[in-house]
């Protein structure tokens, strides 16, 4: 993926000519999707309904983004100590075999 960039430099500049813009766009938009496209899977794995409720409410408010916001950082923060629970448990384990092993 890196190398398509520096190969292909004339993508801004072809954008201008109709039959570069084609083939440009093309490659565009493939990388964006493809980059794109793990973002969106990661996004609902978790907190599906609130982001369905919000595609059905299209007004958006700071109120709802920063209770939206509140709520992914909470989550987040519950997956790291969920995580460093999990790293404590396994390191205390290896560290009572290492004893046993003394």
Do not use: F
Not at 10 to 21: D, E, I, N
Not at 24 to 46: F, G, Y
Not at 72 to 84: D, G, T, Y
């Amino acid at each position: 993926k890196s190398d398509k960039p520096s190969t292909r430099p004339m993508t801004l500049y072809g954008q201008t000519k109709p039959s570069a813009a084609s083939s440009s766009s093309r490659s565009a938009t493939s990388s964006s999707s493809s980059i794109d496209r793990p973002m969106v899977r990661d996004r609902p794995a978790v907190p599906s309904s609130p982001a369905r409720t919000n595609k059905d409410n299209p007004p958006v408010t700071l109120q709802n983004v920063s209770a939206r916001l509140d709520q992914v950082q909470k989550e987040r923060e519950m997956k790291k100590h969920e995580a460093q629970r999990k790293m404590d448990a396994i390191l205390a384990q290896r560290y009572q075999e290492q004893r046993k092993q003394r």
